[in-house]
Nanobody, 127 residues
Protein backbone atom coordinates (compact mmCIF):
# COMPACT_ATOMS: atom_id res chain seq x y z
CA UNK A 1 0.00 0.00 0.00
CA UNK A 2 1.33 3.41 -0.98
CA UNK A 3 -0.20 6.85 -1.19
CA UNK A 4 1.07 9.31 -3.77
CA UNK A 5 0.70 13.09 -3.84
CA UNK A 6 1.97 15.20 -6.73
CA UNK A 7 2.91 18.84 -6.42
CA UNK A 8 4.84 21.52 -8.25
CA UNK A 9 2.63 22.14 -11.24
CA UNK A 10 1.69 25.56 -12.43
CA UNK A 11 1.69 28.02 -15.28
CA UNK A 12 4.94 28.68 -17.09
CA UNK A 13 5.96 30.29 -20.35
CA UNK A 14 7.39 28.25 -23.18
CA UNK A 15 11.06 27.59 -22.57
CA UNK A 16 10.64 27.70 -18.84
CA UNK A 17 11.06 25.04 -16.20
CA UNK A 18 9.17 23.34 -13.43
CA UNK A 19 10.01 20.65 -10.95
CA UNK A 20 7.29 18.23 -10.03
CA UNK A 21 7.40 16.16 -6.88
CA UNK A 22 5.65 12.95 -5.99
CA UNK A 23 5.62 12.35 -2.28
CA UNK A 24 4.93 8.79 -1.27
CA UNK A 25 3.95 7.22 1.98
CA UNK A 26 3.44 3.61 2.84
CA UNK A 27 5.27 0.35 3.17
CA UNK A 28 8.46 -0.64 1.41
CA UNK A 29 8.90 2.50 -0.64
CA UNK A 30 12.31 1.32 -1.79
CA UNK A 31 10.69 -1.64 -3.54
CA UNK A 32 8.43 0.39 -5.81
CA UNK A 33 9.18 1.16 -9.39
CA UNK A 34 7.66 4.51 -10.24
CA UNK A 35 6.60 6.43 -13.27
CA UNK A 36 5.22 9.69 -14.58
CA UNK A 37 2.31 9.94 -16.97
CA UNK A 38 0.39 12.85 -18.37
CA UNK A 39 -2.97 13.47 -19.93
CA UNK A 40 -3.65 16.45 -22.14
CA UNK A 41 -7.15 17.68 -22.98
CA UNK A 42 -8.79 15.40 -25.50
CA UNK A 43 -5.95 12.90 -25.45
CA UNK A 44 -5.23 9.55 -23.88
CA UNK A 45 -2.96 9.14 -20.92
CA UNK A 46 0.63 9.19 -22.12
CA UNK A 47 3.79 7.72 -20.70
CA UNK A 48 6.37 10.34 -19.76
CA UNK A 49 9.10 8.47 -17.95
CA UNK A 50 9.82 5.86 -15.34
CA UNK A 51 12.45 4.85 -12.86
CA UNK A 52 13.32 1.56 -11.23
CA UNK A 53 13.20 1.31 -7.48
CA UNK A 54 16.98 1.32 -7.35
CA UNK A 55 17.00 4.63 -9.22
CA UNK A 56 19.65 3.33 -11.58
CA UNK A 57 17.47 2.60 -14.58
CA UNK A 58 15.29 5.14 -16.32
CA UNK A 59 13.26 5.47 -19.46
CA UNK A 60 11.63 8.40 -21.20
CA UNK A 61 9.15 9.01 -23.92
CA UNK A 62 10.76 10.27 -27.11
CA UNK A 63 8.81 13.50 -26.85
CA UNK A 64 10.53 14.50 -23.60
CA UNK A 65 14.01 13.03 -23.94
CA UNK A 66 16.66 15.62 -23.32
CA UNK A 67 14.20 17.97 -21.64
CA UNK A 68 12.78 16.06 -18.68
CA UNK A 69 14.71 14.31 -15.95
CA UNK A 70 13.40 11.79 -13.45
CA UNK A 71 15.05 11.15 -10.13
CA UNK A 72 14.11 9.67 -6.81
CA UNK A 73 15.25 9.98 -3.26
CA UNK A 74 14.19 6.89 -1.43
CA UNK A 75 15.31 8.29 1.91
CA UNK A 76 12.79 11.11 1.42
CA UNK A 77 10.13 8.90 -0.17
CA UNK A 78 9.98 11.29 -3.09
CA UNK A 79 10.24 11.10 -6.85
CA UNK A 80 10.91 14.15 -8.98
CA UNK A 81 10.33 15.20 -12.53
CA UNK A 82 12.41 18.13 -13.70
CA UNK A 83 10.78 19.72 -16.72
CA UNK A 84 13.03 21.99 -18.77
CA UNK A 85 12.57 23.70 -22.11
CA UNK A 86 8.84 23.39 -21.76
CA UNK A 87 6.63 23.56 -24.80
CA UNK A 88 2.92 24.32 -25.08
CA UNK A 89 2.34 20.71 -26.07
CA UNK A 90 3.59 19.67 -22.64
CA UNK A 91 0.42 21.11 -21.14
CA UNK A 92 -1.32 18.30 -19.29
CA UNK A 93 -2.19 16.89 -15.94
CA UNK A 94 0.83 14.99 -14.71
CA UNK A 95 0.38 11.87 -12.62
CA UNK A 96 2.82 9.77 -10.71
CA UNK A 97 2.37 6.07 -10.30
CA UNK A 98 3.96 3.22 -8.41
CA UNK A 99 4.05 -0.54 -8.48
CA UNK A 100 5.63 -3.07 -6.22
CA UNK A 101 8.34 -5.07 -7.90
CA UNK A 102 10.93 -7.60 -6.88
CA UNK A 103 13.25 -6.47 -9.65
CA UNK A 104 15.50 -3.63 -8.61
CA UNK A 105 16.49 -2.55 -12.12
CA UNK A 106 13.13 -2.81 -13.86
CA UNK A 107 10.95 0.10 -14.86
CA UNK A 108 7.54 0.06 -16.53
CA UNK A 109 6.20 2.20 -19.33
CA UNK A 110 2.58 1.06 -19.50
CA UNK A 111 -0.05 2.55 -17.23
CA UNK A 112 -1.71 -0.83 -16.83
CA UNK A 113 1.40 -2.05 -15.04
CA UNK A 114 0.99 0.34 -12.13
CA UNK A 115 -1.02 -0.25 -8.99
CA UNK A 116 -1.10 3.15 -7.32
CA UNK A 117 -1.72 6.63 -8.68
CA UNK A 118 -1.65 10.15 -7.41
CA UNK A 119 -4.33 12.75 -8.03
CA UNK A 120 -2.31 14.68 -10.58
CA UNK A 121 -0.88 18.17 -10.85
CA UNK A 122 -1.63 20.59 -13.66
CA UNK A 123 1.15 21.87 -15.87
CA UNK A 124 0.21 24.64 -18.26
CA UNK A 125 2.71 26.05 -20.74
CA UNK A 126 1.83 29.25 -22.51
CA UNK A 127 3.12 30.10 -25.97
Amino acid sequence: QVQLVESGGGLVQAGGSLRLSCAASGRTFNDYAMGWFRQAPGKEREFVGAISWSGRNLGYADSVKGRFTISRDNAKNTMYLQLDSLKPEDTAIYYCAARLTYYSRTYYSSGREYEYWGQGTQVTVSS
